[in-house]
Every structure is written in C-alpha cells, then in structure tokens.
C-alpha cells in the first residue's frame, strides 16, 4: 500500500491542484492566503497571483494572466510535464517484469 501511496502521490497531488487553480473564479479576491510568507507578517510573497495566473492562462486570457503573475504560464508548463513525466515513467516505464528477459 505505501508503495502504491509512493508512486501515485506526487501526480495526483499535482493534479489535483492544477485542476483546483483552472476552475476557480480568478476575479474574486480570497481573504484568506496560503503563502507562508504573509502568515508570518512579510509582505512579499513570491507566488502571489499564481494561482489567478493559472486560472486566468486556462481560460484564455493570456494579458491577465501575464499581469496576475509573470511566471504563471512557466508554471503552467512545468506543471502539466511533470505530471506527464511521472505518468509516462509509472505506466510505460515502469518496473515491468514480464517483458525482460530472464532467460
């Protein structure tokens, strides 16, 4: 089970959050913040808007998407291939016993 846990985990937690940032509504303004920066009274936060970014990026609005946050289409890319990456390296790469040579 941990090893199932292990190999899955990291995908599925990016794409769960990737999915989360493309739906949310990037005009609304959240009260709230994650940034570990601003929870601890500094001001800068260097991911602010990337979120928004993403969202905005998904939706078309590439000048919106640029101005919420400069490095969120980057993001954006790194993101989906590193999802794609482990995908590849789970399911066509893996460890897959019965077509190597044991002879």
């Known amino acids: 089970m941990k090893k199932l846990f292990n190999r899955h985990f990291e995908w599925a937690a990016l794409s769960i959050g990737l999915l989360l940032m493309a739906v949310m509504n990037p005009y609304t303004d959240y009260a709230s913040t994650w940034c ?8 800068f936060c260097p991911g602010e808007g990337l979120g928004h970014s993403i969202a905005f990026f998904v939706r ?20 989906i291939s590193r999802i794609l990456y482990r995908l590849n390296e789970i399911f066509f790469k893996g460890n897959n016993k019965s077509s190597e040579y044991n002879g």
């Open 60 to 79: 078309g609005e590439y000048h919106n998407a640029v101005e919420a946050n400069v490095m969120g289409p980057a993001a954006l890319f790194i993101i």
């Open 36 to 43: 570990l920066f601003e929870n601890i009274g500094i001001t």
